[in-house]
């Protein structure tokens, strides 16, 4: 079955260090990628998407993610990091690009900063 | 923007008792999802439907049922409820896509968390 992997279950930084958290999925075939964000008190949002072409993905807020095919793996980056940006981070993989295809989460990162 | 609508944001029922959690959107998504969110284990898709009166199962259906009547509105049930099924509860919608493009984003609710006493 497919699955999502991320690695981080909880990072605490101080504002302007840089962040990178993991995510890794097992599926061999074509994937869509995802990254969402979940601030306290609110909804999912989506934080960037890679469907295909340029494997550096920018997203808002400054985020990026870079698909590496080889390492199955959708890592989000940002170099400097704010005190807003504290809330959870969930990556996301859909399967091929045609049909319907379920989403598949991560079972999420828990970023706080610290100011 | 597209608004996803929950009917509930905290919702406290007893052991037994049949719920219904609302999902309305406003965007002539073909299709509506709902997840349960529980700390660690990330989100779980429940159950999904791609068109109106169309529902597949998702990876924990045990102990749901959904409804879609309208397109817009994506009803959960419970239909006895148990304490294992207190945990926040998501609605998510998206296009469909077609037979070209299935890879679109799907937007979602504010959660409903639901306590089961």
């Known amino acids: 079955a497919q699955s999502v992997s991320q690695h981080n279950h909880h990072v605490i930084l101080s504002e302007a260090a840089s962040l990178e958290l993991g995510c890794n999925y097992s599926?061999?075939?074509?994937?869509?990628l995802f990254w969402y964000v979940q601030y306290p008190g609110q909804h999912l949002q989506l934080l960037l998407k890679?469907?295909?072409?340029?494997?550096l993905v920018k997203g808002i807020k400054g985020f990026e993610a870079e698909f590496i095919k080889s390492k199955f793996s959708f890592n989000l980056r940002k170099p400097s990091v704010q005190w807003s940006d504290t809330a959870e981070y969930f990556c996301?993989?859909?399967?091929?690009?045609?049909?319907?295809?379920?989403?598949?989460f991560g079972t999420g990162t828990r970023l706080l900063v610290s100011p | 923007d597209v608004k996803v609508t929950q009917s509930s944001r905290y919702l406290v029922k007893r052991t037994g008792e049949k719920v219904f959690l609302e999902c309305v959107q406003d965007?002539?998504?073909?299709?509506m999802f709902w997840y349960r969110q529980d700390p660690g284990l990330g989100l779980r898709l429940i159950y999904f439907?791609?068109?109106?009166?169309?529902?597949e199962k998702g990876d924990i259906p045990e102990g749901y049922s959904v409804s879609r009547e309208k397109k817009e509105r994506f009803s959960l049930i419970l239909e006895s409820a148990s304490t294992n099924q207190t945990s926040m509860y998501l609605c998510?919608?998206?296009?469909?896509?077609?037979?070209?493009?299935?890879?679109?984003?799907?937007?979602f609710g504010d959660g409903t968390r639901l306590s089961i006493l």
């Open positions: 998510a919608s998206s296009l469909a896509g077609g037979e070209v493009y299935s890879n679109q984003p799907q937007h």
């Open positions: 599926y061999g075939g074509t994937v869509n």
């Open positions: 890679y469907f295909s072409g340029d494997p």
């Open positions: 996301a993989v859909m399967r091929g690009n045609t049909g319907f295809q379920k989403l598949v």
């Open positions: 965007m002539d998504h073909e299709n």
């Open positions: 439907s791609y068109d109106v009166k169309m529902k």
